[in-house]
């Protein structure tokens, strides 16, 4: 078992910067890939973005040049560091942790992006 737990959304105005956190505790060792994904109002939930045990990223296409992923393995955290961000960019925001074949999903944080 895998728990998650996001932090760091909120309000920002176009053009500014937000930076999530999802800190992983129990079976920890297990995890194979870490990933955010954000789903809008009334649409599917998308990929954003996600870092493998060996540090291997890929990005969805609308946030490339704008966000990154990143681990800080001492503290069993991953980041979503958010720049440039857009009104198209507002969403919650969920942490997922790959263990076993097992999906752990967190509990979601919303960002939104207005004027």
């Known amino acids: 078992q895998v728990q998650l737990v996001e932090s760091g959304g909120g309000l920002e105005q176009p053009g500014g910067s937000l930076r999530l956190s999802c800190a992983a505790s129990g079976s920890i060792f297990s995890i194979k890939v870490m990933a955010w994904y954000r789903q809008a109002p009334g649409k599917q939930r998308e990929l954003v973005a996600f870092?493998?045990?060996?540090?291997?990223?890929n990005y969805a296409d609308p946030v490339k040049g704008r966000f990154t992923i990143s681990r800080d393995n001492a503290r069993n955290t991953v980041y979503l560091q958010m720049n440039s961000l857009k009104p198209a960019d507002t969403a919650v925001y969920y942490c997922?942790?790959?263990?076993?074949?097992?999906?752990?999903w967190g509990q979601g944080t919303q960002v939104t992006v207005s004027s």
């Open positions: 870092i493998t045990s060996g540090g291997r990223t």
């Open positions: 997922n942790a790959l263990s076993g074949g097992t999906g752990y």
